[in-house]
C-alpha cells in the first residue's frame, strides 16, 4: 500500500526552532515536496528533495532519506505566521501525487 | 491574472443536483492537478493533464465525476448527481511540468446539503 505518516499537530514557542517528520512507504518515488497550508487557503509550495540530503532556503530547511523513506522540515526563528499546516507530498514516479494528512504547527509567543 | 484561479470560491448544491468547478490554471502551464481535500485532511489526487490529455484519472470516486481540459488551458470539474459525501475543498494546481513545484488555486468549497 502506499503510506504517509506526519504528526497531527505540533506547539512551539515564537523564536525557537522546530522539526516535522514525514515517513513514507510508496510503490514509487520521484521526488518529495513540502508545502505550508494556512486555514482556508491554498497550500504554497517550500521545497523540493529528489536526492538524500538538506536542502537549505532561508528560515526552511528539508531533508530527505530515501533508503528510511524518511524526510523532516526544518523551521528555524519560528514567527506567529508560522502557524500553519504542513503537508508533504510524494510523486510517485507517475502522474500521481500523494499527501499527508498534514501537521497543524501553532506557535505561542 | 498571475495565478490558478478558480471559480466559485463556494458552492451549496441539493442532493442530486449537477455542479461545475472551474480553473483557470496559470499561461503557459503544461500540468494540471484536481485534488479533494477533507477538513483536516490532506489533498487526496483526483485526476492529472498534460496539456488537453487528460492522463491519470485514477482517483476520481465514481463515474459521477468528470473532468476536462478541451483547449489545454482552463479545465472544468463536473460532479453529477451530488451525494453529501462530495461535500469538500476542490483544488486545482498548475505547473509548468516535470518534477516543478505546483501553484495551487484558492479551491472551490462545495457543500451539498
Known amino acids: 500500500g502506499q503510506n504517509i505518516d506526519q504528526p497531527t499537530e505540533m506547539t512551539a514557542t515564537e523564536g525557537a526552532i522546530v522539526q516535522i517528520n514525514c515517513t513514507y512507504q510508496?510503490?514509487?518515488?520521484?521526488?518529495l515536496f513540502w508545502y505550508q497550508q494556512h486555514a482556508g487557503e491554498a497550500p504554497t509550495f517550500l521545497s523540493y528533495n529528489v536526492l538524500d540530503g538538506l536542502e537549505e532556503k532561508g528560515r526552511f530547511s528539508s531533508f530527505l532519506s530515501r533508503s528510511k523513506g524518511y524526510s523532516y522540515l526544518l523551521l528555524k526563528e519560528l514567527q506567529m505566521k508560522d502557524s500553519a499546516s504542513y503537508l508533504c507530498e510524494i510523486s510517485t514516479g507517475g502522474f500521481k501525487t500523494i499527501f499527508g494528512a498534514g501537521t497543524r504547527l501553532f506557535v505561542k509567543a | 491574472g498571475a495565478g490558478v484561479s478558480q471559480s466559485p470560491r463556494y458552492k451549496v448544491a441539493k442532493r442530486g443536483q449537477d455542479v461545475a468547478l472551474r480553473c483557470d490554471p496559470i499561461?503557459?502551464?503544461?500540468?494540471l492537478f484536481w485534488y479533494q481535500q477533507a477538513l483536516g485532511q490532506g489533498p487526496e489526487f483526483l485526476t492529472y493533464?498534460?496539456?488537453?490529455?487528460?492522463?491519470?484519472k485514477s482517483g476520481l470516486p465514481s463515474d459521477r465525476f468528470f473532468a476536462e481540459r478541451p483547449e489545454g488551458s482552463v479545465s472544468t470539474l463536473k460532479i453529477q448527481r451530488t451525494q453529501q459525501e462530495d461535500s469538500a475543498v476542490y483544488l486545482c494546481a498548475s505547473s509548468s511540468g516535470g518534477n516543478t513545484e505546483a501553484f495551487f488555486g484558492q479551491g472551490t468549497r462545495l457543500t451539498v446539503v
Open positions: 510508496t510503490s514509487g518515488f520521484n521526488g
Open positions: 493533464f498534460q496539456n488537453e490529455a487528460q492522463l491519470d
Open positions: 499561461s503557459g502551464h503544461v500540468s
